[in-house]
């Protein structure tokens, strides 16, 4: 079976090759070297814009990039709860940042015990005495040093889109979610469509919950 970026290679070399080549068939299978070679031929030649051969290349170099080379959040800016944390803690902090997945930590952010998803704040509004980690799924670790694409390929089989990087004594080093590999396979920023409508919808259903138990005391 081939490796997803393997596979990516291989459609855009088809592609470039076809450009090239003015639409006859080709049968040569191209290595990475003599793609690159290709590229630059074809973003000389005007078939590739400046943006389209970029991202091209960062799809090539992608598997050789390990985590330490991606853009993640260190240690020092991650936004995580204590395991203590109350609902009314929880739901301000998620209420007033960017972010759909937050590290839950035991003791201090060295010991990550489990990741919150925000979209789970409504069922916890029906129960606000239990504790955030009856809500909490089992976080995914890896370590600077693994290949890029090795956590990308993990995180999508797991179906995590949060991963806790740990440094060489097994503390937290930082975090790295689905969206920064994504961004730098592609080698642009992108927004998480899904996340957006979950916080929204998470909002509005919050409103709808509050009014409703603001007409029940009112009776």
């Known amino acids: 079976m081939f490796r997803p970026i393997t596979l990516l290679l291989n459609k855009l ?20 070297e003599e793609f690159k070679t290709m590229l630059a031929i074809a973003g000389h030649e005007g078939a590739l814009n400046e943006i389209e051969t970029s991202r091209l290349e960062g799809v090539i170099n992608f598997e050789n990039l ?3 080379d991606v853009d993640t959040t260190p240690r020092i800016n991650v936004t995580a709860f204590a395991s203590n944390a109350t609902y009314e803690e929880v739901y301000e902090t998620v209420m007033n940042k960017p972010y759909t997945r937050y590290p839950v930590y035991e ?16 069922a916890w509004s029906n129960k606000k005495e239990d504790q955030i980690t009856n809500y909490s799924a089992k976080p995914l ?18 179906r995590k889109h949060l991963a806790i990087v740990l440094d060489e ?3 937290t080093e930082a975090i790295v979610s689905h ?16 996340d957006k409508k979950e916080k929204e919808k998470l909002s509005q259903q919050q409103i709808q919950f509050q009014q409703r138990k603001s007409r029940n005391v009112s009776i």
């Open 107 to 122: 003791g201090d952010i060295d010991n990550i015990i489990g990741v919150f998803h925000s979209k789970y704040l409504l």
């Open 169 to 171: 004594f097994g503390g």
């Open 141 to 158: 670790f890896v370590n600077e040093h693994n290949k890029a694409e090795w956590v990308l390929r993990k995180m999508t089989i797991s």
């Open 179 to 194: 969206e920064d590999l994504i961004e730098e396979l592609l080698g642009m920023e992108i927004e998480d469509e899904m």
């Open 13 to 32: 070399t088809d592609s470039i090759n076809r450009s090239l080549s003015k639409g006859q068939p080709q049968e040569h299978q191209f290595s990475k």
């Open 66 to 68: 390990k985590v330490k």
